[in-house]
């Protein structure tokens, strides 16, 4: 039927906030270029939305191990200490969308391989399927640190996504997860690196 009445909503939608949000649904998951002009990386996009229409897009970018161990030697990593540095970029990637994908199925069917990153955003929508459908979710979102882009915790060591229907354990952690907006800069929302020089980074085991 078409029409409208007093309860009908104008203008456009607006960016979730940082922070806790609840009731938030996962529209989709996508493997595409980086910008509508098609320009820059093809990279892993899951499209969250709530009811209203509010949006929130985390990004997982392709990564190159080569490229990650040089730049660690660039900021005075040496050897085996590059090495590592490359290979908890790869695994904080895959905790953090494995964490994702075990809000809508059972951990222990959160299994998958791949040799190229294509590969493994196309086996991640497959293994998904329709469990996404209709779950509402709790997710936490932060700031990058430095920038006006909202993103999910770097590290999975705490949860930042859960079913609705699952009891809250989601906690803003001042020491790491910034919620306040930062003052602004000229950082394209886009542009993002593994990690900055001189930065600590987190400490945790393996694993989530």
């Known amino acids: 039927?078409?029409?409208?009445?007093?309860s009908t909503q104008t203008g456009g939608s607006s960016r979730l906030p940082a922070g806790i949000n609840e009731n938030v649904f996962l529209q989709d998951i996508l493997f595409e270029p980086l910008k509508a002009d098609g320009d820059g990386d093809t990279v892993m996009k899951f499209l969250f939305a709530d009811a209203n229409g509010d949006t929130f897009?985390?990004?997982e970018w392709p990564l190159?191990?080569?490229r990650l161990v040089n730049m660690a030697k660039?900021?005075?990593?040496?050897?085996?200490?590059?090495?590592?540095?490359?290979k908890n970029e790869f695994r904080a990637q895959g905790e953090r969308v494995?964490?994702?994908l075990s809000c809508f199925i059972p951990k222990d069917k959160c299994v998958f391989k791949a040799d190229t990153f294509e590969e493994f955003v196309q086996g991640c929508i497959k293994l998904l399927g329709d469990n996404h459908k209709n779950v509402p979710c709790r997710m936490k979102i932060v700031y990058k640190k430095g920038s006006s882009y909202t993103t999910f915790p770097k590290r999975a060591i705490k949860p930042f996504i859960q079913a609705?229907?699952?009891?809250?354990k989601l906690?803003?952690?001042?020491k790491w997860d910034i919620v306040e907006a930062p003052e602004p800069d000229?950082?394209?929302?886009f542009s993002v690196t593994p990690a900055s020089k001189g930065a600590k980074e987190e400490e945790a085991p393996l694993g989530w």
């Open 171 to 174: 906690k803003i952690d001042p």
């Open 57 to 59: 897009n985390h990004i």
């Open 1 to 6: 039927m078409y029409g409208f009445d007093q």
């Open 74 to 86: 660039g900021w005075g990593k040496q050897g085996a200490e590059a090495e590592v540095f490359a």
């Open 186 to 189: 000229n950082d394209d929302q």
């Open 164 to 168: 609705m229907s699952e009891p809250n």
């Open 64 to 66: 190159d191990y080569d």
């Open 98 to 100: 494995q964490h994702i």
